[in-house]
Nanobody, 124 residues
Framework: QVQLVESGGGLVQAGGSLRLSCAAS????????MAWFRQAPGKEREFVAA??????SYPGSVKGRFTISRDNANNTLYLQMNSLKSEDTAVYYC???????????????????WGPGTQVTVSS
């Protein structure tokens, strides 16, 4: 089973940018969709972005600020985050859709092979 490991998190001031990376080992990005989720302290895990043959999708909270992309040749998923806000502070996770056909699900229960996460802290 593919293992995913995130990197690129850190401390950044509000308005700044970060680029997260997710490297796959033990396999390839064979899932029909890859996604990023995040979880802030005391809150449920929430959908941040997904990429598939349907294109990219984002919730309203990050649309226009975050961009998801993938490099299949290098088995790496990225999340470019611009204009960061304090409410973006969370642990960010890379994950793979577990079904055969991706139709736009944003439920974390439809995803698996979760990485350990990378902390993003935005100071105001």
């Amino acid at each position: 089973q593919v293992q995913l490991v995130e990197s690129g998190g850190g401390l950044v001031q509000a308005g700044g940018s970060l680029r997260l990376s997710c490297a796959a080992s033990g396999g390839t990005f064979s899932s029909p969709a890859m996604a990023w989720f995040r979880q802030a302290p005391g809150k449920e895990r929430e959908f941040v972005a997904a990429i598939s043959v349907r294109g990219a999708s984002y919730p309203g909270s990050v649309k226009g600020r975050f961009t998801i992309s993938r490099d299949n040749a290098n088995n790496t998923l990225y999340l470019q985050m611009n204009s960061l806000k304090s409410e973006d502070t969370a642990v960010y996770y890379c994950t793979a859709f577990q079904g055969r056909y991706y139709t736009g699900s944003v439920r974390d229960t439809d995803f698996g092979s979760w990485g350990p996460g990378t902390q993003v802290t935005v100071s105001s």
